[in-house]
Each structure stands twice: as C-alpha cells, then as structure tokens.
C-alpha cells in the first residue's frame, strides 16, 4: 500500500472462521455476495486522505482500554438489493462505535451514530426478481453462532473491490506513552 492519496478505510471484526465459512457457503449456495470476507464493520467505510501511520495513530488512540466483547445474532434483515445479518448494539459496542468516529479527517456518514446497525453482509446488489425468493429461503437460515467474541479489531482499506488489512489492534491493551 501507498503511503499517502484518498482511500476509503474501515475498523472491522471479523466472525469466527465457522460463521465466515458458513456465510460464504450460504453466499455460493445461492448465488450472492458481499463485499470482501465477511466483516463487521465498527463504522461505516469512510475516506481518509492523509497519511495511513497517522491514522493507524489516530485508530490505536480511538482502542486505547476498549475491552473485549461479543456480538450477538438478532436477525436477518433486508433493504432494497442489500441483505444482512444484523447483530444487537450493545453498550460496549456502541461505545466503541463512537469513539471511532471521533478520527480527524475521517468524517461520519448518514449511517453511523443513531442509524448505524452492526451487521455482516450476504449480500450486496441482489436483482429486484430475485430478492423474495432469496428473503424466504434465508428464513429458514440460522447461523452456526448466535455470537461471538471480538477481541481484536482491524483498520482495512479498500483495494479492487476487497478489504485488505493495514493494522490490527487487539483489544483490552491499555497504551502508554503512544
């Protein structure tokens, strides 16, 4: 990756490699897909055009004492052409959430905040003909996990279509002196 130019960047948690495998499969069975490996997403993607160290900087600041937590499955839940997972926001996700969205120069979309809904995409641009079909047979769907853990997280940037890691952060670490 470069060191500097527009990008647009998010803080993840991936699922447990069961319920990434799991909705890859569901994904294939079905002909869908997302965008990347499956994530969490903590915000919402945003654009960043300074330099990444100072952003990784700004995202290990935003961590800094956030403790482990878990995630927990509510439902499947569908917009137009979008289908996913949605997980319950619980206070210390919530938390972390807006302690996020405090990164200079990375500003908030209309999606975050109060409309901001935790979840794991299966699937982005589904044909108008094909989403009841697709909405019915998710209902008989459950994932392997109703939760899991988070104790690490991810900053990503958006490279041809899929996420690849710039840092991660593992949870729980108290920083002294950074």
């Known amino acids: 990756m470069g060191t500097g130019g527009k990008g647009l960047y998010s803080v993840v948690a991936w699922p447990t490699a069961e319920l990434a495998e799991w909705l890859l499969e569901v994904q ?14 903590l915000r919402v993607p945003f654009e ?34 979008i289908i996913f997972l949605e997980y319950a926001l619980s206070g210390p996700l919530q938390r972390l959430h807006e302690r996020l969205l405090s990164i200079p120069g ?34 008989t769907l459950n994932p392997p996990q109703s939760r899991f853990a988070v104790s690490a997280t991810s900053l990503t940037r958006e490279s041809g279509g899929e996420l690849r890691e710039v840092h991660t952060f593992p949870l729980g670490e108290v920083l002294v002196g950074v």
């Open 48 to 81: 960043y055009a300074g330099d990444p160290q100072t952003l990784i900087q700004e995202v290990r600041r935003c961590l800094d004492g956030a403790a482990p937590f878990e995630v927990e499955f509510l439902r499947w839940r569908k917009f137009p052409h």
């Open 28 to 41: 294939g069975r079905l002909g869908l897909c997302g965008f990347g490996e499956p994530h969490l997403n």
């Open 106 to 139: 990375a500003p908030g979309s209309p999606y975050d905040g109060e409309t901001f809904i935790p979840h794991l995409s299966l699937a982005i641009g589904v044909c108008a003909w094909a989403e009841n079909d697709v909405w019915e047979t998710l209902q």
